[in-house]
C-alpha cells in the first residue's frame, strides 16, 4: 500500500475519533445539567428518599354532635403495630440467638395484643421483609405496653408504632342511616359519614426521621414533625332524646305488625326544615355495620346453602338496613295525599269547605270502576267529610274539577318532582304523570295512588299545606364546627316558594283537625294537644308486587292552629292482619307527639272531659277515719266517690290499693271492718265503644282507663282488656281497656 493512503487513513482515522470524543463530551455535559438544572428536584427527592423516611399521621375526624352537643360520632387516637422482619433479624449471626430473640418479640406481641403467637411468629420468620402489621388500631394501653417493651429490650427498630384514629359511635344504631359510618381507612362509606367526608377527614400530617443505607434510623436522633390539621365537626338538627323515642316506637310498630318492608318515621319542624329525628327500621349497628341485626334477615340468609347465593343474600341484607327509607323508598302515598289534593282545590276554588259530593261506594272514569273504603258508600258529603272519611269517589271528583295541568302543576309545586335537597346522599325522586295524563290517570292520582313518592316528600309537602303554604328545604347540619367547637358556617332555613295561600293552609288545617277530632277522637288523638292529621292505606302497585299488600302511613301537625312539628310514621306490607295507616300508624304518632310536644315546651291545654279521665295516683288511707280519707282522696284529684263497706270507724283495707293509677272521676272502695270483700265479674267488653264499655263496667263499681289515644267519646272499639271475661275481682279493680279509634283511611 502506498505510503499516502496510509496517512490519510490516520487522519480520517483521528477524526472519526475526535467527533466521537466531543459527542461523548457534549452528552455527558448535557446529561449533568438535565440532571443538575433540569431534574433537580426528581434526583434531590431521591436522594431524600434513600436518606429519610416519612410516616403519615392521621388527622382526627371531625365530630358529629346533635343539637345539643350529644356526641354522635367521634374519632379516638389508636396506634398500627408493625414489626420489621428484616431489623430484627439484622447482624444477628448465630441461630440460636436468633431464634431466641424472635420468639421473645413473638410471645410478648402475641400476649399484649392477644394474638395468636405461631401466625405472629410466621410473620417474624419472613427476614426479607422489612414491613409486618401485627396490630390494627390498637388503644392507647396496648400501645403503651409495646412502647415500654420495645424501649426496654432495645428493639425501637423492630418494633413500630405508627398513630391512626378509629371512629366510634357511643349509641351504637341510633340515627344509624342517617349518620353512616366509616371504612377500615376512616373514609366516609354511607350517610353523613359520606356525604361531608371532606369537610370531616381533614389534613393528614407525617414525620420524618433520617434513616442509613439498611433502612435504619440514624443514631442522630433527628425527627422532624408535622402536625395534620383536625377536620371540622358536624352539629346536627337531629335531638338524640327524640331520636331514641322515635326509634323505640317505631320498633313497636314493627314488632306489632312485621312489615315485610321495613317502616320509618320522621319528626320535622314544620317551618324550617329542620329534621328533628330519622329513624328506619331494619337497621344496624354503626360499630358493626357488617353484620346483619334482624334476625329475621341474618337467619335467612343463613339457611342458604350456595355460597355464592349467600354471599348475595347477605350483599342484598346489608343494602336493605343501611338503606335510609325516608329518603330513598318510594311508595304510593295513599290517602295522606288527599291533603295535598285538597290545598289545590281549595286555592284554585274548585272546591270549598261546604261543596257537596256524591257516594256510592265508587265511581267509574274511564271504564274503570274506583271503590272508596266505604264499599256501601258515604251518601252526600261536604269537603270536610270528604277528608273525615277519605272517601276517594268524592276526591276523585276534587282531581277531575282541577284538571291534568293543574293537577301537575301543584303536584310539581308541592315539591313531588325534585327531590327535597336534603343534606344526605341517596335521595330518590319517585314516578310521576305529566300535564298530559289520561282521565284514569288523574283519578287514581287523586287519592294517592299510581303516582310515588317518599316519606320525606310528603312530610315536607304536608309542612307546606299546614305552615301558611311555604315549601322549605329539609336539613340536618346546623353548623359546622371548627377543633374548639366555634361555629364556623350555619345553615339558614331555605324556603322554595309559596305554594298556597295562608287562607287555604288555614282551611286545611281546621280540616285536617276534625279528621283527628271525629267521631270522639281517632288513634291519632293526643289529650292536652290540638293535632291535625291524615291517614294513608294505599295498595302496593310496583311491578312485582304480590297482589293485596298494602302500606300503612300516617302524618300529623301539631299544635293545628300553629303547626311547629310535623310526624310521620310508614310501615311497609304490614302482615299481621291489620293494613290501615290509622290503625297501625296513627298511635305511633300519637305517642311520638304525646312524647316530644311537652319535651320541646309545648304545655298541654286539657278539655274538661281530659281533665276528668287523667289518671292520678291512689293514696295510702289505711289506719285513717273515713272523713280524713276522704279529704285526702279529694286533695289527690279523685272526684268520682267513695263507696264504705262495713260499720267501723278506720280504713283497714281498700280497693284499689294504694299506688295504683285510676281515673280523677274513678271510684275508690273504702272497708272499715273485716267483712267479706265484695266481688264482682268482670264482663266481655270488647268490641264495645269505649263510651258503652265504660258506662257497663262503671255500674259494677269497676275503675276504668283507656288507652290508645281516644277519648272515651271516642266510636273506636275495645280491642283489648287488661282482666279476662268471667274473672271475678273485688269491686273497684281497675280494668285497663284498649281501644282503637275508627279507621277513615
Not at 426479607?128 to 388500631?137: A, F, M
Not at 366509616?182 to 367526608?197: N, V
Amino acid at each position: 500500500m502506498a505510503k499516502g493512503a496510509t496517512v490519510r487513513m490516520k487522519k480520517r482515522l483521528n477524526r472519526h475519533i475526535m467527533i466521537i470524543a466531543v459527542v461523548l463530551v457534549l452528552a455527558l455535559v448535557g446529561n449533568l445539567f438535565r440532571i443538575s438544572a433540569l431534574q433537580n428536584d426528581f434526583y434531590t427527592d431521591y436522594a431524600n428518599n434513600q436518606q429519610l423516611r416519612s410516616e403519615t399521621i392521621p388527622a382526627s375526624r371531625g365530630t358529629i354532635y346533635d343539637r345539643n352537643m350529644e356526641i354522635l360520632a367521634q374519632s379516638s387516637t389508636v396506634w398500627d403495630v408493625s414489626i420489621s422482619p428484616k431489623d430484627i433479624a439484622s447482624g444477628i449471626k448465630d441461630a440460636q440467638k436468633l431464634k431466641e430473640k424472635q420468639e421473645l418479640i413473638a410471645k410478648t406481641l402475641s400476649s399484649i395484643l392477644d394474638t395468636d403467637e405461631a401466625a405472629l411468629m410466621e410473620k417474624i420468620q419472613k427476614t426479607n421483609s422489612q414491613y409486618q402489621l401485627v396490630g390494627n388500631k390498637v388503644s392507647k394501653e396496648t400501645a403503651d405496653q409495646i412502647r415500654a417493651f420495645a424501649v426496654e429490650q432495645g428493639y425501637t427498630s423492630e418494633i413500630h408504632l405508627a398513630e391512626n384514629t378509629k371512629r366510634y359511635y357511643p349509641n351504637n344504631q341510633l340515627a344509624a342511616s342517617l349518620i353512616g359510618f366509616t371504612g377500615s381507612d376512616s373514609q366516609g362509606l354511607y350517610g353523613l359519614e359520606s356525604k361531608y367526608d371532606d369537610v370531616l377527614k381533614g389534613t393528614p400530617g407525617y414525620t420524618v426521621t433520617l434513616k442509613n443505607a439498611q433502612s435504619e434510623d440514624m443514631p442522630q436522633n433527628f425527627e422532624q414533625r408535622y402536625d395534620p390539621v383536625d377536620g371540622q365537626s358536624l352539629r346536627l338538627t337531629l335531638d338524640e332524646n327524640i331520636q331514641s323515642f322515635v326509634e323505640a316506637t317505631l320498633y313497636d310498630v314493627v314488632k306489632q305488625h312485621n312489615p315485610k318492608n321495613g317502616a320509618c318515621a320522621i319528626v320535622m319542624d314544620c317551618n324550617t326544615g329542620a329534621i328533628l329525628a330519622m329513624a328506619n327500621y331494619p337497621t344496624f349497628d354503626l360499630n358493626d355495620p357488617f353484620t346483619i341485626q334482624d334476625e329475621q334477615l341474618a337467619a335467612a340468609v343463613e339457611e342458604i346453602t350456595d355460597e355464592e347465593a349467600k354471599k348475595e343474600a347477605k350483599s342484598a341484607a346489608q343494602q336493605k338496613q343501611w338503606s335510609n327509607m325516608c329518603i330513598s323508598h318510594t311508595y304510593q302515598p295513599g290517602s295522606t295525599f288527599k291533603t295535598v289534593v285538597g290545598a289545590a282545590a281549595i286555592e284554585e276554588k274548585v272546591a270549598f269547605t261546604n261543596s257537596a259530593y256524591s257516594c256510592s261506594g265508587y265511581v267509574v272514569i274511564g271504564g274503570e270502576r274506583m271503590r272508596c273504603n266505604n264499599r256501601t258508600g258515604h251518601g252526600t258529603l261536604d269537603f270536610t267529610s270528604a277528608m273525615v272519611h277519605s272517601c276517594n269517589p268524592a276526591f276523585i271528583n276534587i282531581g277531575l274539577a282541577l284538571g291534568p295541568e293543574r293537577f301537575f302543576e301543584y303536584y310539581k309545586a308541592f315539591g313531588f318532582t325534585e327531590k327535597t335537597g336534603i343534606d344526605l346522599p341517596g335521595e330518590q325522586v319517585g314516578t310521576y304523570y305529566g300535564s298530559d295524563m289520561s282521565d284514569v290517570s288523574l283519578a287514581s292520582s287523586s287519592f294517592g295512588q299510581s303516582q310515588t313518592i317518599t316519606p320525606l316528600q310528603l312530610i315536607t309537602a304536608v309542612c307546606a299545606v299546614t305552615n301558611g303554604g311555604y315549601l322549605v328545604q329539609p336539613y340536618v347540619v346546623q353548623d359546622f364546627l371548627d377543633s374548639n367547637n366555634n361555629v364556623i358556617s350555619s345553615h339558614e332555613p331555605t324556603i322554595k316558594r309559596q305554594v298556597i295561600s295562608e287562607e287555604t293552609s288555614a282551611t286545611l288545617r281546621s280540616v285536617m283537625e276534625e279528621v283527628v277530632n271525629a267521631n270522639g277522637g281517632t288513634n291519632g288523638s293526643v289529650k292536652g294537644y290540638r293535632i291535625a292529621a291524615k291517614s294513608g292505606t294505599s295498595q302496593r302497585l310496583n311491578p312485582g308486587d304480590e297482589a293485596n299488600t298494602y302500606i300503612a302511613s300516617y302524618v300529623a301537625v301539631a299544635p293545628a292552629d300553629d303547626p311547629q312539628i310535623a310526624v310521620m310514621v310508614m310501615a311497609d306490607y304490614p302482615q299481621n292482619g291489620a293494613i290501615y295507616g290509622g290503625t297501625i300508624a296513627a298511635p305511633a304518632v300519637a305517642a311520638i307527639m304525646a312524647n316530644t310536644l311537652p319535651y320541646l315546651g309545648y304545655s298541654p291545654e286539657y278539655s274538661e272531659e281530659e281533665l276528668a279521665s287523667m289518671e292520678t295516683t291512689v293514696p295510702l288511707l289505711y289506719g285513717k277515719d273515713i272523713a280524713a280519707a276522704k279529704n285526702k282522696l279529694i286533695a289527690s284529684g279523685i272526684t268520682g266517690g267513695v263507696v264504705v263497706k262495713g260499720d267501723g270507724d278506720t280504713v283497714v283495707r281498700q280497693v284499689p290499693s294504694s299506688g295504683e293509677k285510676i281515673p280523677k272521676d274513678g271510684k275508690v272502695i273504702l272497708y272499715t271492718d273485716d267483712s267479706e270483700q265484695q266481688m264482682v265479674a268482670v264482663p266481655d267488653v270488647r268490641q264495645l265503644t269505649a263510651t258503652a264499655a265504660k258506662q257497663q263496667l262503671k255500674q259494677l263499681n269497676l275503675n276504668v282507663t283507656v288507652t290508645g289515644g281516644v277519648s272515651m267519646t271516642s266510636a273506636g272499639k275495645v280491642q283489648q282488656q287488661s282482666v279476662s271475661p268471667g274473672t271475678s275481682v273485688p269491686v273497684g279493680t281497675v280494668v285497663e281497656l284498649t281501644v282503637i279509634g275508627e279507621t277513615l283511611d
